[in-house]
């Protein structure tokens, strides 16, 4: 048998310790989160557990073992991985809070209250382990579990406030709102930026429970009970009681009332009720008084713009004091105080100092905005009943809105020509869906009607432009006496029945809706017809309602209105609810 060289010999048995697996790649992190990032958990849950073979109390490992077992559905094999890294470091809070998670995915309520245990004895005095401990049992959904750990907590630590939080969003869970709340607000003082949670908490309950939150908060004495209170009042509909809720905890609030106060406007702007604006402009003057003089005027003007849109105009006008004029101010602001003053003028009537004021400021403010101006001031003199005037103010203005002032003007003096082309060419956009709708229904009355010049319906549809609704239909119904049905005679009577049926005088509007319901102005008897029928449905005169609205289908069956009185007429058989 050949001998082999000592040497040679040496080599083969070198080669022979090397292990099977040094071909193999080392486990490592980098990879594992590699493999996680792509989705492949089954190939990461191996990588995971090849560097915890090799240090067992690597927490980054095994929180990575955490992630990629859970969407496998795998949660409770992690259970023999924990145990031995707890024995490798058994004192990571990490790791703690990573076995709690880990009972609890393996039902085992006793073993998550004694690590719990282990981990408060490790540090004592921290909540951290009761609110894991709370937590898990949640995901493993144990609510009783929940509760006992996060009692045994406060108990424990002897504080409480300890855990509010946690207790606060169980409580909402069951619908224990009165028990949220009052654990809302012990969480709140201790870290403020719960706020915003248990706002939108309690914001959801009942309304036959929010007096007894109200209550609640308003038993509290300090700020933050003030904001939770005066956010909720807001949120339910109550905005000048948020403002007087949060006003109440100002002298306590330091430096954080400004912030409050920005919260609060905030919130109220997206309300466009007199009272937000008004609480609105209260909460920015509450500011206003709070800023640095420099920093005051611009706050002030958006409180005056709020209190104006609100009509408090005597408020308006205290935060417009000398801003308008003051050289100091930026340009913008002084400009929109100039421009809020001038709208408060306008509401009060003084149209005089509004007209000297506009020809002072031409130079200081943008076309727009004087244009915007001088229109509302065309528009007060229209309702004084000043045509002259407002028709001098508004010279040859050619915007949509121009000229729809212009055909106001024009009609209210009779020119019903000048009227119809005005309205034209300022068309379906100028001024909000209302005033478009109101100009539609002036085309339909006018648009029949020979004359070129009527100065009597001119004048009644001014008095009902200013509001004298009752002469405005007596001179109406003069007016459609002298012209034929079918050449804006019924037309200008169902107007005036409309009228008349909207302030309260149902028997003068019938008589206008049958005289307006001629055949010989078949393009307006059906509407009138309809709106006879409407009228006897709301003086529940069912019968008659029914007789009407047959003849209108049948006698009028190419009418647009005609799916619209089928739809009254299965209301009032019964076929259909009422809505």
């Given at each position: 048998?050949p001998?082999?060289?000592?040497?040679a010999?040496?080599?083969?048995?070198?080669l022979?310790a090397?292990p099977?697996?040094?071909g193999?790649?080392?486990?490592?992190?980098?990879?594992?989160?590699?493999l996680?990032?792509?989705?492949?958990?089954?190939?990461?849950?191996?990588?995971?557990?090849?560097?915890?073979?090799?240090?067992?109390?690597?927490?980054?490992a095994?929180?990575?073992?955490?992630?990629?077992?859970?969407?496998?559905n795998?949660?409770?094999e992690?259970?023999?991985?924990?145990?031995?890294?707890?024995?490798?470091?058994?004192s990571?809070?990490?790791l703690?809070g990573?076995?709690?998670?880990?009972?609890?995915?393996?039902?085992?309520?006793?073993?998550?209250?004694?690590?719990a245990?282990?981990w408060?004895?490790?540090?004592?005095?921290?909540?951290?382990?009761?609110?894991?401990?709370g937590?898990?049992a949640?995901?493993?959904?144990?609510r009783?579990g929940a509760?006992?750990?996060?009692?045994?907590?406060r108990?424990?630590?002897?504080?409480?406030?300890?855990?509010?939080?946690?207790?606060?969003q169980?409580a909402?869970?069951?619908?224990?709102y009165?028990?949220?709340?009052?654990?809302?607000?012990?969480?709140?003082r201790?870290?403020?930026?719960?706020?915003?949670?248990?706002?939108?908490?309690?914001a959801?309950?009942?309304?036959?429970?929010?007096?007894?939150?109200?209550?609640?908060?308003?038993?509290e004495p300090d700020?933050?009970?003030r904001?939770?209170e005066?956010?909720?009042?807001?949120?339910?509909g109550?905005?000048?009681?948020?403002?007087?809720?949060?006003?109440?905890?100002?002298?306590?609030?330091?430096r954080?009332g400004?912030?409050?106060?920005?919260?609060?406007v905030?919130?109220?702007?997206?309300?466009?009720?007199?009272d937000?604006?008004?609480?609105?402009?209260?909460?920015?003057?509450?500011?206003?008084?709070?800023?640095?003089?420099s920093?005051?005027?611009?706050?002030?003007?958006?409180?005056?713009?709020?209190?104006?849109?609100?009509?408090?105009?005597?408020?308006?006008?205290?935060?417009?004091?000398?801003?308008?004029?003051?050289?100091?101010?930026?340009?913008a602001?002084?400009?929109?105080?100039?421009?809020?003053?001038?709208?408060?003028?306008?509401?009060e009537?003084?149209?005089?100092?509004v007209?000297?004021?506009?020809?002072?400021?031409?130079?200081?403010?943008?076309g727009?905005?004087?244009?915007?101006?001088?229109?509302?001031?065309?528009?007060?003199?229209?309702?004084g009943?000043?045509?002259?005037?407002?028709?001098s103010?508004?010279g040859?203005d050619?915007?949509?809105?121009?000229?729809?002032?212009?055909g106001r003007?024009?009609?209210?003096?009779?020119?019903?020509?000048?009227?119809?082309?005005s309205?034209?060419?300022?068309?379906?956009?100028?001024g909000?869906?209302?005033e478009?709708?109101?100009?539609?229904?002036?085309?339909?009355?006018?648009?029949?009607?020979?004359?070129?010049?009527?100065?009597?319906?001119?004048?009644?549809l001014?008095?009902?432009?200013?509001?004298?609704?009752?002469?405005a239909v007596?001179?109406?119904?003069?007016?459609?006496?002298d012209?034929?049905?079918?050449?804006?005679?019924?037309?200008?009577?169902?107007?005036?029945?409309?009228?008349?049926?909207?302030?309260?005088?149902?028997a003068?509007?019938?008589?206008?809706y049958?005289?307006?319901?001629s055949?010989?102005?078949?393009a307006t008897?059906?509407?009138?017809?309809?709106?006879?029928?409407?009228?006897?449905?709301?003086?529940?005169?069912?019968?008659e309602?029914v007789?009407?609205l047959?003849?209108?289908?049948l006698?009028?069956?190419?009418?647009?209105l005609v799916?619209?009185?089928?739809?009254?007429?299965?209301?009032a058989?019964?076929?259909?609810?009422?809505?």
């Open positions: 048998m001998t082999i060289p000592l040497v010999f040496l080599v083969l048995l070198g022979s090397v099977a697996t040094a193999a790649q080392q486990a490592t992190l980098p990879r594992a989160f590699e996680e990032r792509r989705g492949n958990y089954e190939a990461a849950v191996q990588e995971y557990r090849g560097v915890l073979s090799a240090k067992p109390g690597d927490v980054s095994l929180l990575g073992l955490e992630r990629v077992l859970l969407p496998l795998r949660s409770v992690i259970v023999p991985d924990v145990r031995a890294a707890l024995a490798a470091n058994p990571s809070a990490a703690f990573a076995a709690l998670r880990a009972w609890g995915a393996a039902d085992q309520p006793d073993s998550m209250r004694a690590m245990e282990r408060a004895r490790v540090a004592p005095g921290d909540e951290a382990p009761y609110r894991e401990w937590a898990a949640l995901a493993a959904r144990q009783e509760l006992l750990a996060y009692r045994l907590g108990e424990r630590l002897g504080r409480s406030d300890v855990l509010a939080a946690e207790i606060a169980l909402v869970s069951d619908g224990d009165a028990t949220a709340a009052r654990e809302w607000i012990p969480a709140v201790r870290l403020p930026g719960y706020r915003v949670t248990a706002v939108a908490t309690l959801h309950a009942p309304a036959s429970r929010r007096p007894e939150l109200l209550r609640i908060l308003a038993a700020f933050a009970a904001r939770l005066s956010e909720l009042r807001v949120k339910w109550d905005p000048l009681g948020g403002w007087s809720a949060l006003e109440s905890g100002l002298p306590q609030a330091g954080q400004i912030e409050a106060l920005r919260v609060l905030e919130q109220l702007r997206m309300l466009r009720t007199r937000a604006l008004l609480a609105q402009g209260r909460a920015l003057e509450a500011i206003a008084v709070r800023l640095p003089e920093q005051a005027p611009r706050t002030r003007l958006e409180a005056a713009q709020a209190y104006s849109a609100a009509g408090e105009r005597e408020a308006a006008r205290r935060m417009l004091s000398g801003l308008a004029d003051d050289r100091t101010a930026p340009g602001v002084s400009s929109g105080a100039a421009s809020a003053l001038l709208t408060v003028l306008i509401a009537g003084k149209l005089g100092e007209r000297r004021r506009l020809t002072e400021l031409r130079g200081q403010m943008s727009e905005e004087h244009g915007e101006l001088t229109r509302a001031l065309v528009a007060a003199y229209i309702r009943g000043e045509l002259d005037r407002a028709d103010v508004l040859r050619s915007t949509i809105e121009g000229f729809a002032l212009a003007i024009r009609l209210y003096r009779g020119d019903l020509d000048g009227a119809v082309e309205f034209k060419q300022a068309g379906p956009y100028a909000d869906r209302a478009a709708t109101r100009r539609t229904v002036l085309l339909a009355i006018l648009q029949p009607i020979e004359a070129d010049t009527l100065a009597p319906l001119g004048a009644a001014l008095r009902l432009e200013q509001g004298d609704t009752g002469r007596a001179e109406l119904e003069v007016v459609a006496g012209l034929p049905a079918a050449k804006g005679g019924a037309e200008i009577r169902l107007l005036a029945g409309r009228l008349a049926a909207a302030k309260g005088d149902p003068l509007a019938e008589r206008l049958r005289l307006a319901a055949k010989e102005a078949p008897a059906p509407a009138a017809e309809l709106a006879l029928a409407e009228l006897m449905l709301a003086a529940r005169r069912t019968p309602a007789a009407q047959e003849h209108l289908i006698s009028y069956p190419e009418s647009a799916p619209q009185a089928r739809r009254a007429l299965d209301v058989r019964g076929a259909v609810p009422q809505t």
